[in-house]
């Protein structure tokens, strides 16, 4: 027996082979291929849509698009690793026409179109939506922390520079103390170090002291609190050190990204209202379900997603819920009953709590409830309160909460689904090891982040769907 001859290399073939086929007729990358083509491209904002009259010609948007496509789709992203592609990899050489871009145009058409490849994303979400593959009924929103270009070595906050600058204070003070005693004796330094390492010593501390110093104007300047040396956008997040806040809007029907999205904030609590409300959008949707975690419970954003004609499901968060200012249990919140009509509470001794007084703090309006005499005769003081008597807030919105609220209890199977829907997204990215940034600044992650979001969508409808089915439909649209 021999084994599996392959063919012999000096062999010439009468009719070689053509680039066609290279390719298999069910490849993804015949999908790309269609529907990167049937993109407008100019429509969409790319530069060079139109090829210049005059000097060396450009490469076609189109072609780079394709190239980046089918590189995030293979977990290929850098421009240099993309460029590699073009010389060796035979799905690619069909795919470009055996065009060869170097890495630096490559990398260029990245950050020169970074602003168009969300439009790129949306263009495929209603090629999905005419197949019917978002239910448009109920989206998951969630977040996870991607880190970016920046050490956390090349990260300070005000606090951190602070404190450097009190250390360096004091070594410098050692420093000084320590050469004045020379001076003082006219002998060789009793330590280690001679008087001229001291003094270069001192040397490099007011320099670094003066880069913390430049570094504190600037952010006591911009009014920030922190400041991100590699790249200026990134923020101190928690898990990854130093990245940003991607932010994705699931469809729970097939587990679709409906609306990603990346921001610097280092919670979620700002993100409800605009992540849901643009998950509306583009599943045009008038009426829609939100599940979140108790990271986006904020009364202002739930009040605006309800007057959006949202439904939301997030519960509260529970950290000092039933907890005193010491940590001791005391009666929730929740235990408490709001009567409307007289506008006060009912506390769970049946007492009632009158309304006293209102105030404003940080753009939050709340009222104030307490009955001062009634806690001061009460048996069950001690399980209430801690004070003479309890004090319960209401915030101007806080109806919207308890409406909210009352829709988590009656539905608590909605919220365990979240869970579901969401990992799916996060856990494939991270297994493409798209959760780590390559380029730097705002709106390049964001570039970066629509690609890894388109691809994740792309995988996920040819996996629902097939190449075929996905090939008749772009074919059908153009
Ligand atoms: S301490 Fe006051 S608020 Fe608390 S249960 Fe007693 S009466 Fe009600």
């Given at each position: 027996?021999?084994?599996?001859?392959?063919v012999?290399?000096?062999q010439?073939?009468?009719?070689p082979?053509?680039?066609?086929?290279?390719?298999?007729?069910?490849?993804?990358?015949?999908?790309?291929?269609?529907?990167?083509?049937?993109?407008?491209?100019?429509?969409?904002?790319?530069?060079r849509?139109?090829?210049?009259?005059?000097?060396?010609?450009?490469?076609?948007?189109?072609?780079?698009?394709?190239?980046?496509?089918?590189?995030?789709?293979?977990?290929?992203?850098?421009?240099?690793?993309?460029?590699?592609?073009?010389?060796?990899?035979?799905?690619?050489?069909?795919?470009?026409?055996?065009?060869?871009?170097?890495?630096?145009?490559?990398?260029?058409?990245?950050?020169?179109?970074?602003?168009?490849?969300?439009?790129?994303?949306?263009?495929?979400?209603?090629?999905?939506?005419?197949?019917?593959?978002f239910?448009?009924e109920?989206?998951?929103?969630?977040?996870?922390?991607?880190?970016?270009?920046?050490?956390?070595?090349?990260?300070?906050?005000?606090?951190?520079?602070?404190?450097?600058?009190?250390?360096?204070?004091?070594?410098?003070?050692?420093?000084?103390?320590?050469?004045?005693?020379?001076?003082?004796?006219?002998?060789?330094?009793?330590?280690?170090?001679?008087?001229?390492?001291?003094?270069?010593?001192?040397a490099?501390?007011?320099?670094?002291?003066?880069?913390?110093?430049?570094w504190?104007?600037?952010?006591?300047?911009?009014?920030?609190?922190?400041?991100?040396?590699?790249?200026?956008?990134?923020?101190?997040?928690?898990?990854?050190?130093?990245?940003?806040?991607?932010?994705?809007?699931?469809?729970?029907?097939h587990?679709?990204?409906?609306?990603?999205?990346?921001?610097?904030?280092?919670n979620?609590?700002?993100?409800?209202?605009?992540?849901?409300?643009?998950?509306?959008?583009?599943?045009?949707?008038?009426?829609?379900?939100?599940?979140?975690?108790?990271?986006?419970?904020?009364?202002?954003?739930l009040?605006?997603?309800?007057?959006?004609?949202?439904?939301?499901?997030?519960?509260?968060?529970?950290?000092?819920?039933?907890?005193?200012?010491?940590?001791?249990?005391?009666?929730?919140?929740?235990?408490?009953?709001?009567?409307?009509?007289?506008?006060?509470?009912?506390?769970?001794?049946?007492?009632?709590?009158?309304?006293?007084?209102?105030?404003?703090?940080?753009?939050?309006?709340?009222?104030?409830?307490?009955?001062?005499?009634?806690?001061?005769?009460?048996?069950?003081?001690?399980?209430?309160?801690?004070?003479?008597?309890?004090?319960?807030?209401?915030?101007?919105?806080?109806?919207?909460v308890?409406?909210?609220?009352?829709?988590?209890?009656?539905?608590?199977?909605?919220?365990?689904?979240?869970?579901?829907?969401?990992?799916?997204?996060?856990?494939?990215?991270?297994?493409?090891?798209?959760?780590?940034?390559?380029?730097?600044?705002?709106?390049?992650?964001?570039?970066?982040?629509?690609?890894?979001?388109?691809?994740?969508?792309?995988?996920?409808?040819?996996?629902l769907?097939?190449?075929?089915?996905?090939?008749?439909?772009?074919?059908?649209?153009?």
């Amino acid at each position: 027996m021999s084994y599996i001859e392959g063919v012999d290399r000096n062999q010439t073939q009468l009719l070689p082979a053509s680039v066609e086929e290279y390719v298999g007729e069910e490849a993804a990358v015949r999908v790309i291929e269609a529907f990167v083509g049937g993109l407008d491209v100019r429509a969409l904002g790319f530069g060079r849509a139109e090829p210049a009259g005059t000097g060396r010609p450009a490469y076609a948007p189109h072609d780079l698009l394709k190239l980046y496509l089918y590189g995030y789709l293979h977990r290929i992203r850098s421009s240099r690793r993309l460029e590699a592609e073009t010389k060796r990899n035979l799905e690619v050489i069909w795919l470009l026409r055996a065009l060869r871009p170097d890495f630096k145009t490559i990398a260029d058409f990245r950050r020169d179109n970074r602003e168009c490849f969300k439009g790129v994303f949306r263009r495929f979400n209603l090629l999905l939506r005419k197949l019917e593959l978002f239910g448009a009924e109920l989206v998951a929103i969630d977040g996870a922390k991607f880190k970016a270009v920046n050490s956390p070595r090349r990260h300070y906050t005000v606090k951190q520079l602070t404190e450097l600058t009190a250390q360096i204070d004091a070594r410098i003070e050692e420093y000084l103390g320590r050469l004045d005693a020379e001076d003082a004796v006219h002998a060789d330094l009793p330590a280690a170090l001679t008087k001229e390492q001291l003094q270069a010593k001192l040397a490099t501390l007011t320099e670094r002291r003066s880069r913390y110093q430049d570094w504190q104007t600037e952010l006591a300047a911009t009014g920030q609190t922190e400041i991100s040396l590699t790249d200026p956008d990134s923020r101190g997040q928690k898990q990854v050190g130093v990245g940003y806040n991607v932010q994705v809007a699931v469809d729970a029907k097939h587990d679709l990204i409906a609306e990603p999205a990346v921001v610097q904030d280092q919670n979620d609590l700002a993100q409800l209202h605009p992540m849901a409300t643009a998950a509306q959008t583009q599943l045009a949707a008038t009426t829609l379900a939100v599940v979140a975690d108790a990271g986006y419970h904020e009364a202002g954003q739930l009040e605006k997603c309800e007057q959006a004609g949202l439904t939301t499901y997030v519960p509260a968060r529970t950290g000092t819920l039933g907890q005193g200012p010491g940590g001791q249990p005391v009666y929730p919140k929740t235990d408490f009953t709001y009567e409307a009509a007289q506008d006060r509470y009912r506390c769970p001794a049946g007492q009632t709590l009158a309304w006293r007084y209102a105030t404003k703090a940080r753009g939050k309006a709340r009222d104030y409830y307490y009955t001062v005499a009634a806690c001061g005769a009460c048996p069950q003081r001690a399980q209430c309160t801690t004070a003479a008597y309890r004090k319960i807030s209401r915030l101007e919105n806080e109806a919207v909460v308890e409406r909210q609220a009352a829709r988590v209890t009656a539905k608590p199977e909605l919220v365990a689904e979240r869970k579901t829907i969401v990992e799916h997204v996060f856990g494939t990215l991270r297994l493409w090891g798209h959760d780590e940034f390559l380029c730097r600044g705002l709106e390049m992650v964001r570039a970066e982040f629509s690609l890894s979001a388109l691809s994740y969508n792309l995988r996920r409808a040819l996996n629902l769907l097939g190449v075929p089915t996905l090939l008749a439909a772009m074919t059908a649209r153009a």
